[in-house]
């Protein structure tokens, strides 16, 4: 993010404010920045914690798990206990900001690979970058007021399917917490996800021209949706196995819907951005195809005219450029329209049905146990 930032300030464009989210998140990712600058340069020590990001992710999940299991243990639970339902939360609140992380990194390589077919100046590309990976200020904001209104409503008029019955005050405030936080981070998730693969289309429409011949950039932004895809199947695995934790209709209803909500959000991520890109594909193969249908059918009317003129020295070498057309024709036509890798859409669908599938396996094995 601090660098499309210092782009944008270089070119005088006009920026919109970060959101607490990717305030948060450039905190983390500069951890990682700062440390390989400590190491390259041997310029500025600073203490600051070793590693790369993700590593920072996966150390605050172990306290956040105890943090959220305090209130447990508080209310008589055993000591030596944790309740799955709370990792699984906890696990939900880490994982939706590192998926936003994740797919901000991805979202900047695929635009650098993408750059080359836009005739853009780089406060431009810069710009799109900023888009791409930043969520405006307000919206995160309003989205956490959201959260926080929604929360207390619940707290208010359901304690007792949010489990909040007989807990203190303390234990109440850091329930509420974390609560909002979690909530207000899966709706930037997927506020976020939407924005970022709606603007993956919008910059597929600003290629001016699209080379079949050089696939590799069209390929691109289905890195992005499909890791997009993926990542949100893996933040639903873990509540398939919470769903036959659920205490109540109302637990129940609201995971089922959370899984549903963020399947459905997954489903769509991978196509769905891409579809105009291959519908610009698919139209150049066709102009690919109709020009050498057209030199194939001037050919042949030549070689026609040398058989009736009994030239066959120029049918002969007709003939040859006639095979090699042809061979072209058969080479266009074995060009994929499709702008991802092949085997890409299979890991896809694959990774959606698996919760699909544990959620079924969850409840075969509650009908027999």
């Known amino acids: 993010m601090i660098a499309a930032v210092a782009a944008l300030a270089s ?16 905190r983390i990712d500069r951890i990682d920045r700062i440390e390989r600058i400590d190491r390259i340069d041997r310029i500025d020590r600073i203490e600051r914690l070793p590693g790369p990001p993700w590593v920072a992710y996966v150390a ?31 696990f939900a609140l880490i994982g939706s900001l590192w998926l936003v992380h994740h797919l901000d990194g991805v979202a900047r390589r695929a635009m650098q690979e993408f750059a080359g077919t836009l005739n853009a100046e780089p406060g431009s590309l810069a710009g799109l970058e900023y888009e791409l990976t930043v969520i405006p200020a307000r919206t995160g904001i309003i989205l956490l007021v959201l959260s926080a209104v929604r929360t207390a409503e619940a707290f208010a008029f359901q304690p007792e399917s949010e489990g909040i019955v007989g807990l203190a005050p303390v234990m109440l405030g850091i329930r509420w917490v974390f609560e909002v936080m979690m909530t207000s981070l899966i709706m930037v998730l997927i506020y976020h996800t939407i924005r970022q693969l709606r603007l993956v ?16 950039p069209l390929y691109a932004c289905s890195r992005l949706t499909s890791r997009t895809a993926i990542g949100l199947v893996l933040l639903v695995i873990p509540f398939t196995g919470s769903l036959a934790l659920a205490v109540s209709a109302f637990d129940y209803l609201t995971i089922l819907t959370l899984m549903g909500l963020i399947l459905g959000t997954a489903s769509l991520a991978f196509g769905l951005p891409l579809v105009g890109m291959h519908q610009r594909m698919n139209r150049e193969k066709q102009r690919l195809e109709a020009e050498v249908g057209a030199r194939i059918e001037a050919l042949i009317d030549d070689l026609h005219g040398s058989l009736d003129r009994r030239d066959l020295s120029a049918a002969d070498g007709q003939n040859k450029k006639l095979a090699r057309l042809v ?16 085997g890409t859409a299979g890991a896809v669908m694959s990774a959606v049905l698996l919760p699909i599938a544990l959620w079924l396996v969850t409840r075969v094995m509650e009908r027999i146990l």
């Open 327 to 342: 061979t072209e024709r058969d080479l266009v036509r074995r060009m994929s329209t499709w702008p991802w890798q092949a």
């Open 11 to 26: 070119a005088g464009t006009a920026l919109y404010p970060p959101s607490w989210v990717n305030i948060l998140i450039d």
């Open 201 to 216: 289309g919008r910059i597929h429409a600003m290629a001016p021209v699209i080379s079949l011949f050089r696939p590799a």
């Open 60 to 90: 605050a999940l172990g306290p956040l798990v105890l943090l959220v299991s305090l209130q447990d243990w508080v209310s008589g639970a055993p000591i030596d206990g944790i309740c799955a339902d709370r990792a699984v939360w906890a």
